[in-house]
């Protein structure tokens, strides 16, 4: 028999009203997501060039900006690119743009909204780490910078030993990280990669069964996110194109906390940065 006070201590925890843990500043993700907890591993999967790691600093960009603190682990990019991609973000400048100073300095108004976006990104709590680390390592920042929020970018570029085989490696590594969300009430996203085996399919949107190198990244992860851009595999042909053109869809294909759904942003590219429909008419 179930204790009453167990079942008293339950029914006041549905009914306290209390805010949401995590506001990734997409208000139908936030829908799905309401129940997310301190402690929770959410994994977003995407093959190359679907926007997993713009994704991920557009979600870290919305919560720096509600004055969370957040650690970033770039094991693929520089400290350096990724802070010109953050200020691609928050200028909503060309990255092209960025990486050529003689075209960027003519035209004053891009000038403006890079020293505004720099003012920004200086007063965000925000701590970046660019160099290939173990999860040792990982656990070591994470307890001294004791952050709300990290990422990790991506899970296999992770340094893991080479004499075990890759799925028991990850299984570990997925282990460890929620276990280090659990003792430092945080909440780590990790992006991955998936098997190259879902482009030999008609229909591209990924599967739970598409994440690369161990089912314990589904396994252990209380939320797994897809990205799908029907733009990027269908020509500009298609009757559909122009349609779908700069959608994507976010693929919530587990969630611990509640509903399975797919939600649609826009991506524009340009400046690698995802938005709520509403919010731009045109590209």
Do not use: W
Request: with cysteine.
């Amino acid at each position: 028999m179930i204790k009453k006070e167990v079942l008293e201590k339950v029914c006041e925890n549905i009914f306290e009203e209390k805010p949401h843990v995590l506001q990734t500043g997409f208000k139908d993700l936030d829908t799905i997501l309401s129940g997310a907890e301190n402690s929770s591993l959410i994994t977003i999967g995407a093959r190359p060039a679907m926007g997993k790691s713009s994704f991920a600093t557009n979600i870290m960009l919305n919560l720096l900006e509600q004055n969370k603190k957040c650690l970033f682990f770039s094991l693929e990019l520089s400290e350096g690119l990724l802070i010109k991609r953050l200020l691609c973000q928050v200028g909503e400048v060309d990255y092209h743009l960025l990486q050529m100073p003689n075209e960027i300095s003519k035209r004053e108004k891009n000038v403006e909204k890079i020293m505004k976006a720099i003012d920004k990104l200086s007063k965000y709590d925000l701590t970046i780490y660019d160099e290939h680390f173990n999860i040792e390592d990982i656990k070591e920042k994470i307890e001294q910078v004791k952050p709300e929020f990290v990422f990790i970018d991506y899970l296999q570029l992770l340094d893991v030993p080479a004499k075990k085989p890759r799925s028991e490696s990850y299984e570990k590594v997925m282990r460890d990280l929620k276990q280090i969300a659990r003792d430092n009430n945080c909440i780590i996203f990790i992006t991955s990669q998936l098997s190259r085996a879902l482009e030999s399919r008609c229909d591209k949107r990924p599967l739970l069964s598409d994440l690369r190198e161990s089912g314990a990244i589904e396994n252990i992860s209380d939320v797994v996110m897809f990205i799908y851009r029907d733009d990027y595999y269908n020509s500009c042909s298609d009757e559909d194109y122009a349609i779908n053109k700069g959608t994507a869809e976010i693929i919530v294909a587990k969630n611990k906390y509640g509903t399975m759904a797919t939600i649609r942003l826009l991506f524009r590219s340009s400046i690698m940065k995802f938005l709520e429909p509403e919010s731009y008419d045109v590209f």
